[in-house]
């Protein structure tokens, strides 16, 4: 029997200690970039880079590696990212990311869950750790909703309702490195 592969790994585990500092987070990308939270795609936002210390980087991937077994050295300061969305319909982003797993800490979840084709929505705690593949089909969407009852917005307008906005940092771990934890079975 061949092992099945995962999309979303929702590790149960959070980073401690860095709640206020992903509270100050958000609430600065709420000030410096009012539309960085589009739906049905996520945003890079380059305009937080000078409001996060290295230092706090780095308390997260100690925090990672702690609490997921992953190795620091996995996590490289260069491929660290702040991101910004609304509700996501059903995609993959392989062509964007083709050689990546992320690893991810939940900045602000609102009502969102990051969930694969198969199951329903659940939102996330404020540093919980996740595992996605993005080359696989994920979805973000409210709480106890499945891709196919997920209207799709059309406009990709961006979300101004606090509970429609979703936000993460992240890390791209090369696929080689990440691979194993991928497969169930």
Do not use: Q
């Not at 009012?34 to 945003?43: H, L, V, Y």
């Amino acid at each position: 029997m061949s092992a099945r592969r995962l999309t979303v790994i929702r590790t149960g585990a959070r980073v401690e200690g860095v709640e206020a500092e992903l509270d100050t987070l958000y609430r600065t990308a709420r000030e410096r970039c009012p539309d960085g939270f589009p739906a049905e795609e996520t945003r890079e936002l380059p305009e937080l880079r000078d409001a996060v210390s290295l230092a706090f980087v780095e308390r997260l991937r100690e925090g990672i590696t702690a609490r997921t077994g992953i190795p620091a050295t996995h996590l490289s300061l260069d491929r660290f990212s702040i991101h910004g969305c609304g509700p996501v319909s059903l995609h993959d982003d392989k062509h964007n990311y083709p050689g990546v797993y992320f690893v991810i800490v939940v900045v602000h979840s609102g009502r969102l869950g990051v969930v694969d084709a198969k199951a329903s929505a659940e939102r996330h705690a404020t540093g919980e750790i996740l595992l996605l593949d993005p080359h696989r089909k994920h979805a973000l969407l409210p709480e106890g909703r499945t891709w196919r009852e997920h209207p799709y917005e059309r406009t990709h307008s961006p979300v101004r309702d606090e509970a429609d906005r979703f936000m993460f940092v992240c890390f791209d771990v090369p696929r080689r490195l990440m691979h194993p934890r991928f497969r169930a079975g």
